[in-house]
């Protein structure tokens, strides 16, 4: 059974910066694509960044320039990076993966399994 745990959230003033942590229970390149989506309150999933298992990334518009997606194939962790952080924001993190298909499926909001989320809460 495949578990993604995700960390690293937490209450920061905005300006400020945290970095996400999702560990699979796998190795990561069992997995074409990872990524991030988020979800605030009374809003749908929203997409955020991906990144393939051969390294390329994408990242939404609303967030480009400020967070960066990497990986770390020896640890099975992909990582999101956040800085310049808005209250906008504020949201439930939640890491995700798909086992075929492509980047651009991934965006589309296709993926296979999720994790149970971290909160992230921007402060004006």
């Known amino acids: 059974q495949v578990q993604l745990v995700e960390s690293g959230g937490g209450l920061v003033q905005a300006g400020g910066s945290l970095r996400l942590s999702c560990a699979a229970s796998?190795?990561?390149?069992?997995?074409?694509?990872m990524g991030w989506y988020r979800q605030a309150p009374g809003k749908q999933r929203e997409y955020v960044a991906g990144?393939?298992?051969?390294?390329?990334?994408n990242t939404a518009d609303s967030v480009k320039g400020r967070f960066t997606i990497s990986r770390d194939n020896v640890k099975n962790t992909v990582y999101l990076q956040m800085n310049s952080l808005k209250p906008e924001d504020t949201a439930v993190y939640y890491c995700?993966?798909?086992?075929?298909?492509?980047?651009?499926?991934?965006?589309?909001?296709?993926?296979?399994?999720w994790g149970q989320g971290t909160q992230v809460t921007v402060s004006s």
């Open positions: 995700a993966a798909d086992t075929g298909g492509v980047i651009e499926d991934f965006v589309r909001g296709e993926y296979d399994y």
């Open positions: 796998g190795s990561i390149f069992s997995f074409n694509v």
């Open positions: 990144i393939t298992n051969g390294g390329s990334t």
